[in-house]
């Protein structure tokens, strides 16, 4: 004990002082259990993504241009592509400097209209700054 320091050897001892490690097992099931919940999360923050983005709609539109130089209205030029035998529903948003809503409209493009070019004026409370389509559905 007390002499131990005394000697050559190690103070700890050496690694045949210490019975072997015993054998681990199983590390291929946790490892497997673990790529399982990765990949169900992944999944499902893609399929949240997906889903917030609009693409289910069924409609799709595009901001061809906008006008926005008045102060008590603004127009907005878009195009609107969507199944033919369907109606789609279109809600347009004027904003002003501060992002705050300063008019809105809802569009409505009736049934046997497949692909459209619109053109709407929308009244505004303030001045614009931006106009854009908030979303469309189909009804």
Not at 50 to 71: E, H, K, L, Y
Request: hydrophobic share 40%; proline share 6%; aromatic share 4%.
């Amino acid at each position: 004990m007390a002499t131990r320091d005394v000697e050559n050897g190690p103070v700890l001892g050496t690694p045949d002082d210490f019975p072997d490690r015993p054998k681990r097992g199983g590390r291929l099931v946790v490892h497997l259990v673990i790529g399982v919940l990765v990949a169900i999360v992944a999944g499902g923050w893609g399929y949240v993504m997906w889903s917030m983005t609009g693409s289910n709609t069924g409609v799709d539109t595009q901001v061809i241009s906008f006008r926005a130089d008045r102060p008590d209205h603004a127009e907005i030029t878009f195009a609107v592509s969507k199944p033919v035998d369907r109606l789609a529903v279109c809600q347009i948003r004027a904003t002003d400097v501060n992002h705050a809503e300063v008019g809105s409209k809802e569009v409505r493009i009736p049934p046997g209209e497949g692909s459209k070019q619109l053109k709407e004026r929308l009244d505004t409370t303030a001045q614009a700054t931006s106009v854009h389509i908030r979303q469309c559905n189909l009804v």
